[in-house]
């Protein structure tokens, strides 16, 4: 199960891999907004993970945005593998780059706690877990976004079919133009009802983990098509399976 959850974490990047330019528009989410998947391994439910938008927060002295994500097993994989994964990412509040990126991982017996620092002016990102301390600051680009804040960011922008689209990420320790596909417009219906979509193909070259290990893994995310650019349903092929993550509800 623990290449399920590194996939339910790397989904946050991947959703966000496909900006276009940045276009003139309303913010299409607010704190209080919760959208709520459920998980499955192949044909076994596993577990859920919870987007949500949070209320303002300051950090050192200017409010700052504040978005969440957790993923947990459900009572049946706890016996087999407990997982309790929580990241929590800021931004400014005109949403051009992220400020600050914290993750918070239990899996297992295994558990880290990590930090990454955003430095607009020197331009760096700077990586610390608890257990070992800081790593030096690495480069990034004007515009750079963590794995969870740049999904927001995406949804800020305009999506047109057969469009192939460029985005800067960072995890802290390594920085990445990360590329994708728009593939078409298909509806389908999810749990939470039924939604006229962009269906996403990222470049998963960037991606280690699983993602590396698997010849001809893919995967594929459906997001509205509307303004709000919001992922319904995400599906993956790798070598150890297949996962599937549908939206159960979501919350304006």
Not at 32 to 54: D, H, N, T
Not at 129 to 146: A, L, Q, V, Y
Request: hydrophobic fraction near 40%; include cysteine.
């Amino acid at each position: 199960m623990t290449a399920f959850f590194r996939i339910v974490l790397a989904c946050a990047v991947l959703l966000a891999l496909a900006p276009c330019a940045r276009a003139e528009r309303p913010i299409p989410f607010k704190p209080g907004e919760k959208l709520v998947y459920s998980l499955r391994w192949g044909p076994i439910p596993a577990g859920e993970a919870v987007l949500e938008v949070l209320p303002m927060e300051t950090i050192l002295g200017t409010q700052r945005r504040h978005f969440r994500m957790h993923a947990k097993t459900n009572s049946f994989v706890d016996i087999f593998y407990k997982v309790r994964d929580q990241v929590d990412a800021y931004t400014d509040q005109a949403m051009t780059h992220s400020v600050l990126y914290r993750k918070k991982q239990r899996e297992g017996s295994y558990k880290r706690d990590i930090t990454v620092t955003f430095n607009q002016k020197a331009l760096t990102a700077r990586y610390e877990n608890i257990i070992n301390g800081p790593k030096e600051p690495i480069k990034i680009s004007p515009g750079t976004f963590d794995p969870l804040s740049v999904f927001y960011s995406f949804r800020l922008m305009e999506l047109s079919e057969n469009a192939v689209i460029n985005s800067p990420v960072t995890d802290g320790t390594k920085f990445v133009m990360g590329q994708a596909r728009v593939v078409k417009k298909e509806r389908i219906t999810v749990p939470a009802g039924e939604f006229e979509t962009f269906l996403v193909e990222p470049d998963l070259k960037h991606l280690g983990g699983v993602f590396k290990k698997s010849k001809n893994a893919k995967l594929k995310i459906w997001v509205t098509a509307d303004r709000r650019r919001i992922p319904v349903k995400i599906k993956s092929k790798v070598a150890v399976g297949h996962f599937n993550a549908v939206l159960v509800q979501g919350i304006p």
